[in-house]
């Protein structure tokens, strides 16, 4: 069954302390794996796609990477607008889009 | 501005009501997929149309349905409404028939059945 599943659920930083999320996947023929950011009440936004183990993406204090079977979003010395929640997502079986739940973020001045 | 406008932004209603959620998608995308967003379920997807024509379909309720016009805009139709169908509606749109980099959100629509 196809799953994604992000660790963990709330992050509370300190601003300038850098620490990573998680998201782990189960899906057959990975076609891409999906990071967004959303600010609440908003829609979500589009950061990075990645589609091969050992790729990695870079913007601003943010960096995406993957493995076979799961991908990392490294956030460097945040900053209190880097809050919001991080969503993962790939696309799986019958053209379907698999969010995970999210790891909601706050940095804290 | 992701260029998808969605509206009403909110909605509130009664147990038992009907109400339509329409998304306009960005200019030239063929694609548009609806999504719920409940707080304790994270983004679910419901349905996509692709150039007027259904192309997936996922948990979306049978009391719920959905359509693409000749101008490519969308409605969503929600039906005999129940308290648990309170949540954010959002739709997403692509030039291609599949999802990609290119997908965009709108900035949803919040329902709240009373």
């Known amino acids: 069954e196809d799953q994604v599943t992000q660790s963990p659920e709330a992050l509370r930083l300190q601003e300038g302390e850098s620490s990573s999320l998680n998201c782990s996947y189960t899906?057959?023929?990975?076609?891409?794996l999906f990071w967004y950011r959303q600010d609440p009440g908003k829609g979500p936004e589009f950061l990075f796609t990645?589609?091969?183990a050992g790729e990695e993406k870079e913007k601003e204090r943010l960096k995406a990477t993957l493995t076979k079977k799961e991908s990392f979003l490294h956030i460097t010395a945040p900053k209190p607008e880097d809050s919001a929640t991080y969503l993962c997502?790939?696309?799986?079986?019958?053209?379907?889009?698999?969010f995970g739940t999210g790891t909601s973020l706050t940095v804290i001045p | 501005d992701s260029g998808v406008t969605q509206t009403p932004k909110h909605l509130i209603t009664a147990t038992g009501q009907r109400v339509t959620l329409r998304c306009s998608p960005r200019s030239g995308d063929l694609s548009v997929y609806w999504y719920q967003q409940s707080l304790d379920q994270g983004l679910q997807f419901l349905i996509q149309?692709?150039?007027?024509?259904?192309?997936a379909k996922g948990n979306i309720l049978e009391r719920f349905s959905a359509q693409q016009f000749p101008d490519l805009h969308s409605e969503l139709n929600l039906s005999s409404l129940e308290l648990g169908d309170s949540a954010l509606y959002f739709c997403?749109?692509?030039?291609?028939?599949?999802?990609?980099?290119?997908?965009?959100f709108g900035q949803g629509t919040r329902l709240t059945v009373v």
């Open positions: 149309y692709y150039n007027g024509e259904e192309r």
């Open positions: 997502a790939v696309p799986g079986t019958g053209n379907q889009f698999y």
């Open positions: 990645l589609y091969s």
């Open positions: 997403a749109s692509s030039a291609a028939s599949v999802w990609g980099t290119e997908a965009f």
């Open positions: 899906v057959s023929g990975l076609r891409g």
